[in-house]
């Protein structure tokens, strides 16, 4: 059995899902028993969630947007700017 | 640390492709994943000037590129691993040192502090049914964007890749070319950084009182 420490170690391993099986195991063992480390664990999926809510996209410039816009229309007059690259014939 | 070159490598293979669905314009690609891709580009260029520069070096390497790319379906973490490559090139051109990861272990100090655990023992909200979540209301865009400044990149982007933009850790080492170990450290070393440095983000500008103090 795991102790909190170690659980904790493990935590954003387990919500990345980068756990192996045993040590997702041991951990999940460990919160079947453990009432502070659910809480833990609950604080920093809330945790992650802010991170993820206040750090997303960033608007891009509209004379970049213009520029890309541009540089995607070339594209797609050019040879990859389509399917690109056809497969190989099975 | 020696990157790859170019940007031919391909993300880590999720199976076998589906040879039935037709592979899609670079275009609508380049669409689908532009808004993320420059707020990667912002993160990892630190200012705008460099992220419209960097974002534009990527498709144009990407453009080149997309002709060797097997999996279209796995094109965003393609994408981002060329801006990441780009961006270390853009550094090498200026002379600047690539940054990476101190080799230094975490201290236990740093590894033992507990954000939870912090918030539980200040009871900086006495009279809070959620005081941790109370906590975390207290951070606004601004807020979060400062402490997550303040976080070494090298730990910062894994961080980046996984939690906001939802990549696996195997298709974070892929982005950045390291090792899954590599990222997995980070990743941990990270989140004690954004840990220690929200609780003292909230102390220095006064969002907390401490239980020692009056």
Not at chain 1, 1 to 29: F, H, N, Q
Not at chain 2, 4 to 14: I, L, S, V, Y
Not at chain 2, 15 to 44: K, Q, W
Not at chain 2, 67 to 93: S, V, Y
Request: net charge negative.
């Amino acid at each position: 059995m795991i102790d909190c420490p170690e659980a904790v170690r493990r935590m954003w391993s387990y919500l990345e899902r980068a756990l192996e099986s045993t040590p997702r195991e041991e951990l999940e063992a460990h919160l079947d028993t453990c009432t502070r480390c659910c809480g833990e664990l609950e604080f920093n999926r809330h945790l992650r969630e802010m991170v993820a809510a206040r750090e997303g996209t960033a608007a891009i410039p509209a004379d970049l947007q213009a520029r890309i816009d541009g540089l995607l229309s070339g594209a797609a007059e050019g040879p990859t700017g389509g399917s690109g690259e056809t497969e190989a014939p099975a | 640390m020696e990157t790859r070159r170019g940007a031919a490598a391909n993300p880590p293979a999720a199976g076998p492709a589906d040879r039935a669905v037709p592979r899609p314009a670079f275009t609508d690609i380049a669409r689908e994943h532009l808004d993320r891709l420059y707020g990667f580009c912002v993160h990892l260029a630190g200012d705008r000037a460099d992220a419209d520069d960097l974002v534009q070096e990527t498709l144009l390497r990407a453009l080149r590129a997309y002709p060797e790319l097997r999996e279209p379906e796995r094109a965003k973490g393609w994408l981002f691993a060329i801006a990441t490559n780009a961006w270390r090139d853009q550094l090498r051109r200026r002379g600047r040192r690539v940054q990476t990861a101190s080799l230094d272990a975490l201290t236990e100090e740093d590894d033992a502090f507990s954000l939870f655990q912090t918030i539980a023992i200040e009871d900086p909200f006495p009279y809070s049914d959620e005081l941790h979540l109370d906590f975390l209301r207290l951070f606004q865009d601004e807020d979060v964007q400062a402490v997550f400044g303040s976080i070494n990149p090298a730990f910062r982007l894994p961080l980046i890749l996984t939690v906001v933009h939802g990549f696996s850790c195997k298709e974070a080492a892929f982005v950045l070319d390291v090792p899954l170990g590599t990222i997995l450290s980070r990743i941990h070393r990270g989140r004690k950084q954004l840990e220690r440095g929200l609780w003292e983000y909230a102390v220095e500008r006064g969002l907390v009182t401490k239980a020692d103090e009056p």
